[in-house]
């Protein structure tokens, strides 16, 4: 059979996908596929209309694979509606970092304080940054995202007051549930903390001296509830943190004692505490008077076996060198002696036990004295040993000179020996005046010439024998 010619554009449309005047339809009515090619198609194929294909759609067109071979036309005025009626897809947002909580996601910078100065860098990270770990630490160390003014730093160096601390962003952690801020809790009541405030006898913004009372431990233990430290959530102050002990006095000891108000006072006075160059100064009155007005004690203490460490004794063989200075200030016949000491060690119980050892124990001392430490009458059984004064450098520059007034009982035993108080308080070595008077240099130069007549005298004679 011959061919038909292919149809105008517009009739219809052949195999090729030309699109015609209207819209097309996926199959034909008889159900033969629309895109056979016009030579195939038979005259009983053809519609009324003189054209092929024409008719109601019967469903989308499929090419031979069965997928859709193009979607229809959807008119404007349609599509708009559709638009209209289906909502927009919701947008979403950009993911956001989420740290957690008091952790920052860039680098951050830290100026060493004063109060820092002289401390490692680990120490710095648990003052100011404690949820940063001592091995985070070492790796930001290890991998040279830890610096000090620009520098790589190991946690244990030292830093100085002034320098830059560069920390890397932390690593975020789980958000974990918000704990309470710890609040500090003073469990004091208004008298205990009217007491402790009235021992205070100097204040400043590094150092709290207060005026110990005999008998108030300075730390509890057994049996021991009340002391100073248990009071010194009570002498805050205007500061952020309790004042710290840096040195000790016995329970039954009173007068000057020293406390730190920052961690940078605490770490000065300890340092000039075990460098010897705080000076500490007691009055105490001892039974007998000592033979020689100004001594120097030079015994080894150890601690006392079978005591538990609460008694020491001197040990020759095993003790730790201690020395302690006595000066003999007033006399009361031959029955007891006023006395001042200077510690140039820090022994436990040094100066009780050097002054029993030299036979002339502290009044009241029955644990180093016995029986022999008390006198009769009216004079107390309390002990009579007192820190008058301790002078310190200070932290910002000068020192801490302060005296402490004495307690009842060594002030009325005192009146009662007839001792003079205004003879108490002798210049320490460093503050006497070593400058030469004009007598001293005339005893000097007649010294001098005694010298130089005493060398010509036997000049003469070594001539003479010749």
């Not at 016949?333 to 040094?350: D, K």
């Amino acid at each position: 059979m011959k061919g038909r010619p292919p149809g105008k554009s517009g009739a219809g449309s052949s195999g090729n996908g030309a699109r015609g005047a209207g819209p097309r339809s996926g199959k034909p009515a008889g159900g033969r596929p629309s895109d056979r090619k016009a030579a195939d198609r038979k005259p009983g194929d053809r519609k009324p209309d003189g054209a092929y294909g024409r008719g109601k759609p019967s469903g989308p067109r499929k090419s031979d694979g069965g997928k859709p071979a193009f979607k229809p036309r959807t008119p404007a005025a349609t599509k708009s509606a559709a638009a209209a009626a289906k909502p927009a897809p919701a947008k979403a947002a950009p993911a956001k970092a989420n740290p957690a909580k008091g952790v920052s996601l860039d680098v951050r910078q830290f100026r060493v304080k004063a109060d820092d100065d002289g401390i490692r860098l680990d120490r710095w990270f648990q003052r100011h940054l404690p949820d940063v770990g001592f091995n985070l630490v070492s790796r930001w160390s290890r991998t040279g995202q830890l610096r000090v003014d620009g520098a790589r730093a190991a946690p244990g160096d030292r830093i100085t007051e002034g320098q830059m601390i560069r920390v890397p962003p932390a690593e975020a952690k789980p958000e974990a549930a918000e704990k309470p801020k710890r609040v500090r809790v003073i469990d004091l009541t208004p008298d205990e903390i009217a007491y402790a405030q009235d021992m205070v006898i100097h204040r400043d913004d590094q150092a709290i001296v207060i005026n110990k009372p005999p008998g108030l431990a300075t730390q509890g233990g057994t049996k021991t509830d009340e002391h100073v430290d248990k009071l010194l959530d009570g002498l805050l102050f205007d500061a952020e943190s309790r004042p710290k002990l840096v040195h000790r006095l016995d329970k039954d000891t009173s007068g000057a004692l020293l406390l730190a108000r920052t961690s940078r006072s605490a770490a000065h006075f300890a340092k000039a505490f075990s460098s010897r160059t705080a000076r500490k100064v007691y009055w105490a009155l001892v039974m007998g008077v000592p033979s020689i007005n100004d001594g120097m004690i030079e015994l080894p203490l150890a601690k006392q076996p079978g005591t538990g460490g609460e008694k020491m004794h001197v040990d020759e063989e095993e003790g730790l060198p201690a020395r302690s200075r006595y000066r003999v200030i007033e006399r009361a016949g031959n029955r007891a002696a006023w006395v001042e000491l200077q510690p140039h060690t820090g022994r436990t119980h040094q100066l009780r036990v050097h002054m029993a050892a030299i036979g002339h124990p502290i009044v009241g001392d029955g644990k180093y004295g016995g029986k022999e430490a008390f006198l009769s009458g009216t004079i107390s059984r309390k002990m009579h040993l007192h820190a008058r004064r301790i002078r310190v450098d200070h932290p910002d520059g000068g020192r801490v000179d302060v005296t402490a007034e004495l307690p009842t009982h060594f002030a009325n035993s005192l009146h009662e020996l007839g001792f003079d108080l205004s003879l108490g308080d002798l210049p320490l070595d460093d503050e006497i005046d070593r400058t030469p008077t004009r007598e001293d240099e005339k005893k000097f130069a007649r010294q001098h010439a005694k010298q130089i007549r005493k060398g010509r005298k036997g000049e003469r004679r070594s001539r003479g024998s010749r």
